[in-house]
């Protein structure tokens, strides 16, 4: 249960959460959402069951998000962000049973696709309270038998996905569904049965742990990260030291909380009011990652409110939220620690509040943010963070009256507004981010002999694998998660090459452009602060370092420069690049060498770049004179232009692990 912490949240610093420096460089930034809630037109479980829910209301099209695909994965793109968790609706996949529906796979597909292109990582949920109504009809979760019917479905859809999605939830909050579907009675089928309840808890951890199994067995299982989805509702006593109140929460954080936790360490489960728990086969170690969905705590009496309308106990210094209970972000710490049995990797894969004004959720963010950030600080393995939600949404038994978006939406219109506090989360993110790296990966081995005369250099195999990997390890490793990659002409090349965690983009040239030319040549698929990297040198430096250097000089273009070479290329003056000539006999005065990783702000590609052939190192260097910065680095760079050189990163390469 943990102890009920409370801080004075008036004295907390935020400095580093705003200026970028809470998380690591490689941590997942992202936004989530279910089909059901946005997409608009389902027919399922749900739609059923929504003239007999608490508000009453449809979800009718939602926010017609299955027609404005293009638009919100913009708006998601705008956030920042470089994750979304989005759900498959199965009823769309499967409208009758064995019947799939070939264009909805392919929305989902394309889906995939357009995120990718925007550098966008996907992260699917297999179930998110919907499943269509012919399996509804036959009992759904209530019978063991069906589970043989969702995984069929998963596996259909990790069939097409799982080469683009590493990412996978099974299921998401199925303590929230039993107890919401069959306790409470808000969410269909709307009963009250602790019998069901039992019977559809342990179903869904049978169908978790199959699901787990079938699709790691599967081609891409193994690199796929597959993993649960666990709400963690905080339970408190309302009054600590009566013992009926802690006894009221402990029951409760045991059937909500810990039996599901348990399980999935154990291998065996003991459903909420059950006598006795069971062998679950598959259940054990079945989670690469525990995804946790925090949201608040509920203070414990035995006279509990056992319909969701009545206020909720709360603080007398907390701050209710629209959906009444109190915003309590101390507990995502607790949920944090409540989880960390598991010994897993830690995904937020839900946060947020029902906030109508959007007046309470920028400080919302902020503190669970916060949170988040000294909890990795302590240690704890926490990789990502998804904000619930995009854009307000059909908040289930609520309809459209709670509203959990960063983006407004106008449900007569359907028109998106980002809020104060989606630009507050954009900002936040942006400022956490290394920017996109953009790789000349096309110049040829010409100097490399026979094989590699038509052959773009980066994609030379060197210790065990093409250059272009090593590099995009490192790039990975200091927090890059997109990649433009500038082929040159023979793009074909790379058709097929992928790079885990890392969205990538090809770009290729018809006839050959120089460096200069390849750039302006892809200006359209360039942000606006890039890292530049060429495809033939490897140099393990520390980009946040550069980075922030680039930022504090306020500079357009930065150079890395070493004074550790052989020959020197570039004469630097008071931290600014003078000089640039890379003939054989530089002038004697030159004091650096261009050791091959920049930070660029595109404005200067857009001033200095022109159709055709050039060369951007030849060209924009001198015309950059005295405006350029140099930042120092003495670290070794690696590059392959001859045998001998090749044979020496292959020496280095094989030699360190990253
Ligand atoms: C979660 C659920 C989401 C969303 C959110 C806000 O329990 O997974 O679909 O509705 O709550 O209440």
Same mark, same amino acid.
């Given at each position: ?56 209301? #449809? ?6 998000? $299955? ?58 949920? %297999? ?6 109504? $012919? ?22 859809? +990790?069939?097409? %996905? ?101 399980? #999935? ?55 209710? @939220? ?215 040198? +490897? ?23 070493? @004074? ?17 000539? !890379? ?13 091959? @990783? ?6 200067? %590609?857009?001033?200095?770049? !022109? ?48």
């Amino acid at each position: 249960m943990g102890i009920e912490e409370h801080r004075n949240w008036d004295s907390v610093d935020y400095t580093n959460l705003l200026s970028g420096n809470l998380f690591p460089p490689n941590f997942m930034w992202g936004v989530a959402t279910a089909s059901h809630q946005i997409e608009g037109g389902n027919t399922n479980n749900w739609s059923a069951f929504e003239p007999r829910s608490k508000s009453g209301q #449809l979800s009718g099209n939602a926010c017609d998000h $299955w027609n404005r695909k293009e638009e919100d994965i913009q708006l998601i793109k705008d956030l920042n962000v470089s994750h979304y968790r989005f759900s498959i609706e199965w009823s769309r996949i499967e409208p009758q049973q064995g019947i799939w529906d070939e264009d909805a796979v392919q929305w989902y597909s394309d889906l995939v696709d357009q995120l990718l292109d925007k550098g966008i990582q996907p992260m699917a949920t %297999l179930h998110h309270f919907t499943h269509p109504l $012919w399996w509804d009809e036959k009992g759904g979760f209530e019978n063991e038998n069906n589970i043989d019917d969702w995984i069929r479905f998963c596996v259909k859809m +990790f069939d097409v %996905l799982s080469d683009r999605i590493d990412w996978w939830c099974t299921i998401n909050e199925p303590a929230v569904f039993a107890s919401m579907g069959y306790v409470l009675g808000e969410f269909p089928p709307g009963e009250r049965s602790f019998k069901k309840t039992r019977i559809v808890s342990t179903n869904l951890m049978r169908a978790h742990a199959r699901c787990y199994q079938t699709l790691k067995s599967m081609e891409h299982g193994k690199r796929a990260h597959i993993g649960l989805v666990k709400n963690i509702n905080l339970f408190d006593p309302y009054r600590r030291w009566n013992p009926l109140h802690r006894l009221q929460a402990r029951l409760l954080d045991g059937m909500f909380n810990l039996c599901w936790i348990k399980g #999935l360490m154990t291998g065996r489960f003991k459903a909420p009011s059950a006598l006795r728990s069971k062998e679950i086969p598959g259940l054990k170690g079945s989670s690469d990652f525990i995804g946790v969905n925090y949201y608040t705590h509920l203070l414990a009496t035995p006279f509990m409110p056992t319909k969701v309308d009545i206020d909720p106990l709360i603080r007398p210094w907390e701050q209710r @939220t629209d959906f009444r209970y109190p915003m309590y972000a101390e507990g995502l710490r607790r949920a944090f620690d409540m989880v960390s049995c598991l010994n897993l990797p830690i995904i937020v894969t839900e946060n947020g509040v029902a906030d109508d004004d959007d007046d309470m959720r920028p400080e919302h963010i902020r503190r669970h943010l916060q949170i988040t950030g000294e909890a990795i600080a302590d240690g704890m393995d926490i990789r990502g963070f998804y904000h619930w939600s995009l854009m307000d949404n059909f908040e289930w038994a609520e309809g459209y009256d709670q509203r959990f978006g960063l983006y407004h939406v106008d449900f007569e219109t359907k028109e998106r507004t980002l809020k104060e506090s989606g630009a507050l989360y954009s900002e936040i993110v942006k400022a956490h981010r290394v920017p996109q790296v953009v790789i000349l990966a096309g110049g040829l081995g010409t100097r490399l002999g026979e094989r590699t005369k038509q052959m773009p250099k980066s994609l030379i195999n060197v210790s065990g694998k093409p250059i272009l990997s090593h590099i995009l390890d490192w790039a990975g490793a200091q927090g890059c998660m997109e990649a433009l990659i500038l082929t040159g002409h023979l793009g074909e090349q790379f058709d097929g090459f992928r790079h885990e965690g890392m969205a990538l983009t090809f770009h290729q040239e018809s006839e050959p452009l120089g460096t200069g030319g390849a750039l302006w040549n892809a200006r359209h698929l360039i942000q606006d602060r890039f890292i530049l990297l060429w495809g033939d040198d +490897f140099h393990p430096i520390d980009y946040s370092e550069l980075v922030a250097y680039h930022e504090q000089e306020s500079s357009p273009l930065t150079l890395t420069v070493t @004074t550790e070479h052989g020959e020197m290329n570039l004469l630097h003056v008071d931290g600014k690049i003078a000089q640039y000539d !890379k003939s054989t006999s530089p002038p004697s005065e030159f004091n650096g060498y261009e050791s091959g @990783t920049s930070v660029v702000e595109k404005r200067v %590609l857009l001033e200095h770049g !022109k159709d055709g052939k050039w060369s951007w190192e030849e060209t924009v260097y001198p015309e950059m004179s005295m405006k350029a910065s140099a930042y120092l680095d003495n670290t070794k760079f690696w590059d392959m232009g001859t045998p001998e050189r090749l044979e020496r990163l292959a020496e280095f390469l094989n030699k360190t692990s990253l």
